[in-house]
């Protein structure tokens, strides 16, 4: 990764897609997951539709894995130019308390460096260590590499992340996928029931924080990381209204993109009592 790193962006992009390739016809279990995916969120469209869009999401999430390589080991003004900060930039200025939601799309470590670039201030996340020691050691690097991150681990609870909350520093939050049935409540994704942790509404009420969206896009020349105005009506009075609210407004972010999300992952693995599994 490291020798990847000085390459031309294009040769990156180039064996990210023979990779998506190799990966979508070898990784069987994985392209079963996606498809599983896809049936449920889009039954609009045809097998063939699907097939297409599922190839896409292959190379999309190939793509931004090599792309690891120049954001945590290329030159600063190299990060600097292929990673763009664009819309409500303002909304991050100051000390106001906030939580940055960050859904699961392939960009998502473009936009920890393009924010850690742009923005001076600690900031915070919750992080699950990996199983590989040594992986789990180079994503801490590179997630670390600009900027202040401080990483809490969720055995550490919500005190510590709501206090530095609310002494202005920013928390990422990614909210968007099955953790399990602990913690979590039932509700629509793409019109079916999905186990989301409430952590979103339940930090922002804690912490008395805005909600600022982060969309990262892959594009060309790099990634562009678009700032969306805060939410004006969120925190609500009742969590669970609040994240199927949430995850009403992240479909309309993945419409955006629908092959860039992390279809990869087993959204809807948890079912109610008594549902057969989706996979």
């Not at 498809?35 to 999401?57: D, G, I, Y």
């Not at 308390?97 to 915070?124: C, K, N």
Request: hydrophobic share 45%.
């Amino acid at each position: 990764m490291k020798g990847l790193a000085y390459l031309p962006l294009p040769v990156v992009r180039a064996l990210g897609t023979a990779l998506g390739w190799v990966l979508y016809g070898l990784i069987g279990g994985r392209r079963r997951v996606v498809h599983a995916n896809f049936s449920v969120c889009f039954p609009e469209l045809s097998k063939a539709a699907r097939h297409k869009l599922a190839l896409q999401t292959f190379v999309y999430f190939s793509q931004a894995w090599l792309d690891r390589s120049w954001l945590w080991h290329a030159p600063r003004e190299c990060v600097q130019k292929r990673v763009r900060l664009t819309g409500a930039v303002e909304e991050l200025a100051g000390t106001a308390p906030t939580v940055i939601f960050l859904p699961h799309f392939v960009g998502l470590d473009a936009a920890w460096a393009g924010m850690a670039l742009a923005m001076p201030r600690p900031s915070t996340t919750i992080y699950t260590d990996q199983s590989n020691k040594l992986v789990d050691q180079w994503i801490l690097q590179g997630r670390q590499r600009f900027g202040h991150l401080r990483l809490f681990g969720r055995i550490e609870g919500v005190k510590p992340i709501v206090a530095a909350l609310r002494e202005g520093q920013p928390l990422y939050l990614l909210p968007d996928m099955d953790f399990g049935p602990d913690e979590s409540v039932f509700v629509p994704f793409y019109g079916v029931q999905a186990a989301t942790v409430p952590s979103l509404s339940r930090f922002a009420r804690l912490g008395r924080a805005k909600v600022v969206p982060l969309l990262p896009r892959l594009t060309a020349d790099g990634y562009e990381v678009q700032v969306l105005p805060a939410w004006t009506d969120f925190p609500g009075s009742d969590p669970v209204a609040d994240t199927a609210r949430m995850n009403a407004r992240l479909q309309d972010y993945i419409a955006t993109m629908p092959a860039q999300y992390y279809w990869v992952h087993k959204r809807f693995k948890t079912r109610p009592e008594g549902e057969a599994s989706l996979y």
